[in-house]
């Protein structure tokens, strides 16, 4: 028996197709109960293309031939214990970390069964979220110190209640966010500049200085690379993306 058998293409025919996250959950769920390990393999690492290890991939992960929403990161994590697959861990537990309220309440599926964390995987989930947080606040510092620090800006009034504002709006997030992807806060501010109405910018002065911030234009590598600490999770990261 095979992937194939099962509705889903194995080797380079998956990436050539879009899978939804219910298929792959059932076969997942239904290949581990009947020790079809075959199946559960490919399965897997179907799973594994999207809850990568590998940050750019990550970040492009709506390009991915696995089509899920936000909440399957829930039954993601479920998968993940059930399967012994670490590995799906820290990027599944990032994005249920930005679910919000969701995350206690889990979601259902099929319209007869409750997906949700169970009580150890949830405080492992919000804990992390803090950490994530505290990490995100000190990064953020550099923005403020530009802004109060630029001798060159324009409009220091604006400039600074600019700052503060998107502060507050990526700890808290806002329409087009996806915060569980870690994009430079470079991308983040100008995402945030495109939702507000009317359009508020930084000065030409202080943007420069933010284009040339390292900390503000990199990849956040450093919570990327931190993710297992941060969510409880041993694994090696090798290899497997």
Not at 18 to 28: D, G, P, R
Not at 56 to 72: I, V, Y
Not at 204 to 233: Q, Y
Request: charged share 20%; with cysteine.
């Amino acid at each position: 028996m095979s992937l194939t058998s099962c509705g889903v293409r194995s080797g380079t025919e998956v990436f050539q197709r879009t899978v939804e996250f219910a298929h792959i959950s059932a076969v997942i769920r239904m290949a581990h109960k009947y020790q079809f390990e075959d199946i559960l393999m490919q399965a897997l690492s179907v799973l594994e293309s999207y809850y990568t290890n590998d940050h750019e991939r990550w970040m492009a992960r709506d390009t991915s031939p696995l089509k899920a929403r936000p909440r399957d990161a829930i039954e993601a994590v479920i998968l993940a214990r059930l399967t012994d697959t670490p590995s799906i861990l820290p990027t599944a537990f990032l994005q249920c970390s930005a679910l919000g309220p969701a995350i206690l309440k889990g979601y259902m599926r099929n319209g007869d069964t409750l997906v949700t964390l169970s009580q150890a995987d949830t405080l492992v989930c919000l804990q992390g979220r803090d950490l994530i947080s505290k990490i995100d606040s000190n990064g953020l510092q550099a923005l403020a110190w530009i802004v109060s620090g630029n001798a060159a800006c324009a409009h220091r009034s604006v400039c600074r209640a600019h700052a503060f504002k998107f502060w507050a709006a990526a700890t808290s997030g806002f329409p087009g966010y996806d915060r569980a992807s870690l994009l430079p806060w470079m991308n983040v501010i100008s995402l945030f500049e495109e939702n507000k109405e009317p359009r508020v910018t930084f000065c030409k002065a202080c943007w420069e200085k933010i284009t040339s911030n390292p900390s503000l234009t990199r990849a956040r590598d450093g919570t990327w690379l931190h993710l297992p600490m941060l969510f409880k999770v041993e694994y090696s990261r090798e290899a497997k993306a």
